[in-house]
């Protein structure tokens, strides 16, 4: 097995060594191996298809570079292209004019929301905010306490009237969390909420009511590196239902090679904004294109 | 000749279904491989009756044979032990407490350990999920040694003579080296009251190719003898588990269909197949 697409391609090139030129045979076989790797690292098929077909037609057009041998010249092709799909305006979170900014975290079960809302609250800290960490999971089994700890760890506000496990209501908490916060000067309210699947219509619904009642400045969908195929159906749901301003990859210290972030920057055209890696605190970081473009490609 | 008459859309069509669920390049490209000799063997050329062949050799590589009962074998005086394990999040403490729901159903006696003493509220949500079940469950300080409170809990249930021990574990990335000696010795204490006659290793169905890596390197550590494939109530097939189950030669033995009590259920080869192939 090859392991990078380096090495995939060098073998597809072996034989033309000397060739001064790259034919369209090259081109054919070199987009049939990135295809490949492309779906190894979990890239959506609908969006592989669209991927090749472009850099086939950049690779037939391309002046040939002396300084570049062909596999070069077609990687450089592809990592540009991922770069520019990944990183389409990347931009920081947008805090508004009237505090407190308000950023609203929803994704999948065990996507990694409550450890994020962490690592949100500590890093805003860190930059001379006020967070205050919002328990609007009022249903996973102590999502409320996982939540008070996460605030203690990282000295931040912790807003929680209501004990969870199936009692109360989330979206009356999220409402009164925003006075809450006028009322004790934090800035910035980070609301976590339950994890929801993309086809479960009514927790759709409560979440997209939480958003009216809260008006985020940030929607952020959190999800999870190592999610294959389905990301797309995912994202999409929560685009439709709910309403995606940016995204934060999770997981990212494990060896996934994380297609689906180009899978949902393409399809839901959103940007990146943060990559998750590791399950402490301090384990966050701002998303660079470049570094997760040669992590898809295994290179 | 006749495979040659199925267009290539319905070609298309196949490799689309199968790499959409995950089931993975390499395993898709066999499977519509050794499809087109049969249908050329057999002389089939229509494109339903090429569904079925698809269908069946579908099956054929999930096993439909494979023994997918629970081991809760054990010696008179030690009970069953089932250590419950793999990533973050996939669903292992929900499940643990799903398994107790299900053998407390059948009448035996159960006992939980709470050997996730990393994560913020562990030990709480897995008490929680005790109490909904009528289960007990033995923790530890928060930062404990997970290997003590298995221990601890395994012991316990020898006092009490339960039928069944059930540890959750803290979730691991298979690469972080030191997570997975920890679990590695949270097997071998625990085997020095009793043996672990269970290690499920617990898959998220959203999981893509990755899957394959986590099942190798946590089957090295700890000895996989079952998987539980979770969360198939979304729109995932779980497909991955197909070479997960080649690859470690260990079958899935349950499916997670909820966040309630009642939603595990025995894996069903047939069903899977069917939400593959969108019957
Ligand atoms: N290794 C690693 N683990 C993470 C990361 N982010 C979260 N986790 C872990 O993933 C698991 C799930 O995280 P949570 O924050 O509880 O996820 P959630 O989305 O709030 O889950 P639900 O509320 O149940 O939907 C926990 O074990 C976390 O410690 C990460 O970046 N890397
Ligand atoms: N829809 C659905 N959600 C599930 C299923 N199984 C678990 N969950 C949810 O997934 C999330 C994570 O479940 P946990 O049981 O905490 O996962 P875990 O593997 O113990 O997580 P860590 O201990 O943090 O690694 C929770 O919100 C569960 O309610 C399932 O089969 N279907
Ligand atoms: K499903
Ligand atoms: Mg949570
Ligand atoms: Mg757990």
């Known amino acids: 097995m090859f392991d990078t697409l380096q090495d995939r391609l060098a073998a597809t090139f072996k034989s033309l060594r000397g060739k001064g030129r790259i034919t369209d045979a090259d081109i054919d076989a070199t987009t049939r191996e990135i295809r490949v790797a492309l779906l190894e690292a979990d890239v959506n098929l609908a969006v592989v298809k669209d991927f090749v077909a472009g850099v086939k037609q950049k690779a037939k057009g391309s002046e040939l570079s002396k300084a570049l041998n062909p596999a070069q010249q077609i990687i450089k092709i592809v990592n540009e292209e991922l770069i520019d799909i990944l990183g389409g305006d990347t931009r920081f979170i947008r805090f508004a004019k009237q505090p407190p900014t308000v950023i609203m975290l929803a994704g999948l079960q065990g996507a990694g929301k409550t450890t994020l809302a962490g690592k949100l609250g500590a890093w805003l800290k860190s930059e001379g905010h006020s967070p205050l960490l919002v328990a609007a999971d009022l249903q996973r089994p102590n999502a409320v306490q996982q939540l008070q700890v996460v605030a203690e760890r990282a000295k931040v506000g912790v807003y929680a009237p209501q004990p969870g496990n199936g009692v109360g209501d989330p979206v009356q908490v999220a409402r009164d969390s925003i006075d809450h916060a006028r009322h004790g000067l934090f800035?910035?309210?980070?609301?976590?909420?339950?994890?929801?699947?993309?086809?479960?219509?009514e927790m759709m619904r409560q979440a997209s009511r939480i958003k009216e009642q809260t008006r985020p400045d940030e929607t952020l969908f959190v999800v999870d590196a190592m999610i294959g195929q389905d990301a797309v159906n995912t994202a999409l749901a929560f685009e439709q239902g709910v309403g995606i301003d940016g995204v934060v990859l999770t997981k990212l210290d494990g060896d996934a090679r994380g297609g689906a972030a180009l899978s949902i920057a393409k399809v839901i055209g959103r940007p990146i904004m943060f990559a998750s890696n590791g399950e402490k605190l301090e384990d966050f970081d701002v998303f660079h294109p470049d570094r997760m473009a040669s992590r898809i490609l295994g290179m | 000749?006749?495979?040659?008459?199925?267009?290539?859309d319905t070609w298309d069509d196949f490799e689309a279904t199968l790499i959409s669920s995950d089931l993975g390049v390499a395993p898709t490209g066999e499977l519509v491989e050794s499809l087109r000799q049969k249908l050329r063997v057999e002389g089939i050329s229509d494109p339903g009756q090429a569904k079925s062949l698809l269908?069946?050799?579908?099956?054929?590589?999930?096993?439909?044979?494979?023994d997918r009962g629970l081991n809760l074998d054990h010696e008179p005086g030690q009970p069953a032990v089932v250590l419950v394990v793999g990533v973050n999040g996939t669903g292992k403490t929900t499940t643990v407490g799903k398994l107790g729901r299900m053998l407390v159903a059948d009448g035996r006696s159960v006992l939980f350990g709470a050997a996730d003493t990393f994560r913020a509220a562990a030990a709480e949500q897995l008490t929680t999920w005790g109490d909904r079940v009528g289960v007990e469950t033995v923790r530890g300080e928060e930062g404990a040694d997970p290997a003590s409170v298995a221990f601890a809990?395994?012991?316990?249930?020898?006092?009490?003579?339960?039928?069944?021990?059930?540890?959750?574990?803290?979730g691991r990335l298979h690469t972080k080296v030191g997570l997975m000696d920890e679990l590695g010795k949270v097997k071998r204490v625990v085997e020095k009251k009793a043996p672990v006659g269970e290690v499920l290793l617990v898959l998220d169905a959203t999981t893509g190719q990755n899957g394959l890596t986590q099942a190798r390197v946590f089957s090295e550590v700890v000895d996989i003898t079952g998987i539980v494939l979770t969360k198939l109530d979304g729109s995932a097939k779980g497909g991955i588990v197909v070479q997960v189950q080649r690859d470690l030669g260990v079958p899935v033995k349950f499916i997670g269909l909820g966040e309630g009590v009642d939603d595990l259920a025995p894996f069903d080869a047939d069903q899977f197949v069917d939400g593959i192939l969108g019957d």
């Not at chain 2, 269908?55 to 494979?66: H, K, M, N, T, Y």
């Open chain 1, 187 to 201: 800035d910035v309210v980070i609301i976590d909420t339950a994890g929801r699947l993309g086809v479960d219509e």
């Open chain 2, 1 to 8: 000749l006749s495979a040659d008459r199925i267009d290539d």
């Open chain 2, 153 to 170: 809990a395994v012991d316990q249930g020898i006092q009490r003579g339960v039928d069944v021990v059930l540890v959750d574990t803290a």
């Open chain 2, 55 to 66: 269908r069946s050799e579908l099956l054929g590589l999930v096993d439909p044979g494979l």
